[in-house]
């Protein structure tokens, strides 16, 4: 029994390691500035740096359901400013410092798609075809176009940032993969000390 009741705290710690793990996308090369030439990220944390002479990163990222995207940027080396956009390169919210210190933090409501997050060293600004500009921090004015690049209008600090997504369904009435596993072995442990008992 003791060898059993061992095996399945074994599962379900690796269960919560394994549901708590996660991949990061490493920037690959030096990501482009322009919305239509962005890397495609395939995890929910970004690492990428931004270097001398960089005019800001912008990632492609693809939903699968709506929630509430909460987005934070740290670095110990530059002063983060990020924008989301969407499929249509719409400017939708950006924010410079809300994360504490130099760190930027914002949540959106999205439906399942495509978006855009731009990252750069204050200050950062989104210009769409005539070159209006809007400063990435809150929401971009009504005149503002769809958004062809990002572009830093002062001297760019150097260094290494890293972009933490998270998706907050807004229906939870389906469990995460991980969580529907973890239910069931604890029913299964259940079961097993039923079992030894009758």
Do not use: C, H
């Not at 322009?34 to 912008?58: E, K, P, R």
């Amino acid at each position: 029994m003791k060898s059993t009741l061992n095996k399945l705290g074994a599962a379900i710690a690796l269960a919560t390691v394994m549901a708590s793990a996660q991949a990061a996308y490493i920037e690959s090369g030096d990501a482009s500035n322009f919305l239509a030439s962005a890397q495609l990220a395939t995890d929910m944390t970004i690492q990428g740096t931004i270097g001398q002479g960089d005019a800001g990163d912008v990632y492609k990222l693809v939903f699968g359901s709506a929630g509430t995207l909460t987005i934070l940027a740290t670095s110990n080396q530059i002063d983060t400013n990020i924008g989301l956009f969407d499929a249509g390169f719409n400017a939708l919210a950006g924010d410079d410092d809300s994360g504490g210190g130099l760190n930027s933090l914002m949540s959106y409501a999205i439906g399942a798609g495509t978006y855009y997050i731009g990252i750069g060293d204050y200050a950062m600004y989104a210009f769409d075809a005539s070159n209006q500009g809007w400063f990435l921090d809150g929401l971009p004015p009504a005149s503002l176009g769809a958004v062809s690049y990002i572009d830093n209008l002062t001297g760019i600090s150097s260094g290494a940032y890293t972009l933490s997504l998270s998706l907050q369904p807004l229906n939870n009435s389906v469990p995460e993969p991980a969580t529907v596993g973890l239910l069931g072995l604890g029913l299964l442990g259940m079961g097993m000390l039923r079992r030894k008992a009758a």
